[in-house]
């Protein structure tokens, strides 16, 4: 039988480049003649910003630890021990890192062993075991503290979740099997599935003791002290922990249930992680947690093998570092200063820009249009979601009224650019206006001043083509709703210089914002991909295909919306707008529908009508509808499309649209909301074959956001 220390050994060869985290031992007495206790603080040796993870190495110095650990409680030398994080990380789980590594179903099936092996071991001690939820914990951080007899959390812990769904994993370590019989089935489905699946949204520290994970909560200033205190009055008796009896009855089927609709409705059964996790919290309700342990491992050594994993955390990367390194962006250090914003426009997306300007630059912003009524609404719109985010308690009376002071707005864009570093236009989507208002604009400006546009799919370079300066015109195109979509395509004209550009890299990075280098092509990146695709849908709908047909074609791919529900979201008209600008570009690729054109020319706002709670096609619609007679199956509709897809992604990399087809990924994922477990786009159509058919070739090399070979 290979012991745990061999098994992590094994592990530890494969992944030469482990950031590792060690876990110091050190005793004290406890406050109130309570005992000798022994507590083991992971910590990696870097600051804050570089998480503490389990990798191989990792877990085997937590293994030695309890070794020691182990041998004081048989010997009762301690009466207790406790494990806690390095200042703010408490550990945020499994080294990604080695996972992409593992090549051999074997090797993934020791990962999920050995990190079992070593946390089961923090609940089989001969004296009570305390996790202290100091900072953030996530997937294998938070399994290790559930394997402890008892839980503190801090008020203060910012994130703490267990995303391993989100990323094509389940939680591995126990967490599908120890959470349900903590806190019920209901409560752990709403933390591995729902929260997951819900962009991995993460609980504070406050949630994490009222869902019942954590016993105690204390303020983060002395939360160490306060937990010690606490657990030395638990050791005396003083404090009994209760915790509500579980039901195991017709509750727990419930929420397995209720999981497996949020799944469907969220991936359409296209990737299998949620299920595989509920499996086992189903499995679970017996409270064999062996039975669920062995479950566990299982799960996890196929779903390391599969492509949604490799997928999930090529995405994972994609937005956590080539997001925030853009490639193709020019030296930092070119960027100006930005103290003041103008936009042009105050409608609703030029309201929403300020807002979003105001509250990450908290500079001077000055709105302005044609008339004094729509100044004041645009200055209204965002004094209004300033109020909103006070009443909330999200900013405090003094922040909101130093925000809406900077506020304002003219008519008069000589009086209101005069001093403007960074001036934005929001306005109609027609090239003639825009090359008026930025005729009017650098009349005005300084000449330092960048000016950006907010076109989604007009040449950036024709809009400058008539100015005396043209060098410093950049396209900075935000995705709607601008406060929850990350992507920036930052376009680069004909003329654009680098300080320009730089500056705009630099605004992106204050906005908080995914800043993607494109080409001045029509309609960029993701507009351009989309028009694509929903473009196909339309035309194998007009060529005769039901619109319920068409629609169901692409379920698989587990998008956050059907092409028609994004359609309603993003307007019917400027969809047909788009699509009229790229048939211009590309006539033979991009077809103007004639039945989109009647729904826009009869005013409506899209295909379905909600009279039941669900989409339905709207009677007027269909009445509207002109059809061909030639009738494709679900899978010809699927195909026709993936097929245009990546024709079109392969031509925008032949003309350097963007500097590589992870850009791709990037956009589709930060500006269209595509989910992780395709990783975007490019890995789907190379596992599905369809790159190789249509272009003969990957869009990556092998082993990129797949299993190596």
């Keep these: 039988m290979t012991t745990t220390a061999e098994l992590l050994k094994g592990a530890a060869e494969l992944f030469p480049d482990e950031v590792v985290t060690s876990a110091h031992v050190r005793h004290f ?41 182990e041998a004081e409680a048989a010997n009762g030398e301690i009466v207790a021990v406790g494990l806690t994080g390095k200042p703010f990380i408490f550990a945020v789980g499994a080294d990604l890192k080695g996972v992409e590594l593992l090549k051999k179903h074997e090797e993934a099936l020791a990962i999920g062993k050995g990190g079992h092996d070593v946390f089961k071991r923090l609940s089989a001690l001969a004296v009570p075991t305390f996790a202290y939820y100091n900072g953030a914990a996530m997937g294998g951080g938070v399994e290790a503290g559930l394997h402890c007899t008892y839980r503190t959390v801090s008020k203060a812990l910012p994130a703490f979740s267990l995303p391993e769904v989100f990323l094509g994993l389940v939680p591995g370590w126990g967490g599908c099997t120890i959470l349900p019989n903590l806190i019920g089935a209901e409560k752990a489905v709403q933390v591995i599935i729902e929260n997951s699946l819900n962009q991995n949204r993460q609980l504070k520290g406050k949630q994490v003791f009222e869902l019942g994970i954590a016993d105690a909560i204390f303020e983060g200033a002395d939360f160490l002290e306060q937990s010690l205190l606490w657990t030395a009055r638990v050791l005396k008796g003083d404090i009994t922990v209760e915790r509500p009896e579980i039901d195991r009855g017709e509750a727990w089927d419930q929420a397995v249930a209720k999981g497996r ?96 300007f105001l509250r990450r630059l908290e500079v001077p912003v000055v709105l302005t249009d044609i008339d004094q009524e729509r100044v004041d609404k645009g200055v209204g719109y965002v004094h209004g979601e300033i109020d909103k985010l006070l009443g909330k308690g ?38 003639s206006v825009k090359q008026k208002v930025f005729a009017e604009v650098e009349a005005v400006a300084p000449a330092h001043a960048i000016l950006a546009t907010n076109t989604s799919s007009l040449s950036v370079s024709e809009m400058a083509s008539k100015l005396q300066h043209p060098e410093r015109v950049v396209g900075f195109h935000f995705f709607n709703p601008v406060a929850v979509l990350p992507l920036l395509e930052i376009v680069r004209g004909e003329k654009t210089d680098d300080a320009s550009l730089a500056t705009a890299f630099a605004v992106a990075k204050k906005l908080k914002k995914t800043g993607v280098l494109t080409k001045d092509a ?63 570009a590309f006539p033979e690729r991009f077809k103007v529908s004639p039945n989109l054109k009647a729904v826009v020319e009869a005013g409506k706002r899209g295909f379905y009508v909600y009279d039941s709670g669900k989409p339905e096609l709207d009677p007027e619609v269909a009445a509207l509808l002109k059809q061909g007679d030639v009738v494709l199956t679900e899978e010809q509709v699927r195909d026709r499309v993936l097929d245009a897809v990546a024709q079109e992604i392969g031509l925008m990399l032949e003309e350097g649209v963007v500097a590589e087809a992870q850009d791709i990924d990037l956009c589709l994922i930060t500006g269209a909301g595509w989910p992780f477990h395709l990783g975007g786009i490019t890995p789907y159509l190379d596992r599905e074959g369809v790159s190789e058919r249509v272009n003969g070739k990957r869009f990556l090399a092998p082993g990129v956001a797949s299993v190596p070979a």
């Design 29 to 69: 007495e406890l406050p109130f003649g309570a005992g000798r206790f022994a507590l083991i603080t992971l910590d990696n040796g870097f600051d804050h910003t570089k998480p503490t993870t389990f990798g191989p190495q990792s877990l085997a110095n937590l293994n030695t630890a309890i070794d020691q650990v």
């Design 261 to 356: 609709f949020v799944a469907d409705s969220k991936v359409h059964g296209a990737a299998p992680a949620a299920y595989r996790a509920l499996d086992i919290i189903e499995a679970s309700k017996d409270g064999d947690l062996q039975k669920g342990f062995d479950a566990e491992d299982q799960a996890l050594a196929d779903l390391i093998m599969g492509g949604e994993l490799r997928s999930g955390i090529y995405a994972f990367n994609l937005v956590q570092k080539r997001g925030k390194r853009p490639a193709g962006a020019p030296d930092k250090s070119l960027a100006r200063p930005v103290t003041k914003v103008g936009v042009v426009g105050a409608g609703l997306m030029a309201s929403q820009l300020a807002l979003l």
């Design 522 to 584: 029509p309609a960029f990146v993701v507009n351009r991909i989309l028009t694509r695709f929903m473009g196909e849908i339309q035309n194998v709908i007009d060529e005769g295909t039901p619109v319920a047909t068409a629609e169901k074609a692409v379920e698989p791919l587990g998008l956050p919306m059907s092409p028609l529900v994004l359609l309603e979201l993003v307007g019917p008209a400027i969809g047909l707008h788009v699509s009229e600008t790229l048939n211009r």
């Design 394 to 431: 999200r900013i405090n009376q003094d922040k909101a009224n130093r925000l809406k002071a900077l506020v304002t707005g003219v008519l008069d864009k000589a009086v209101g650019f005069a001093d403007a570093d960074f001036i934005i236009e929001a306005v109609f989507e027609e090239m």
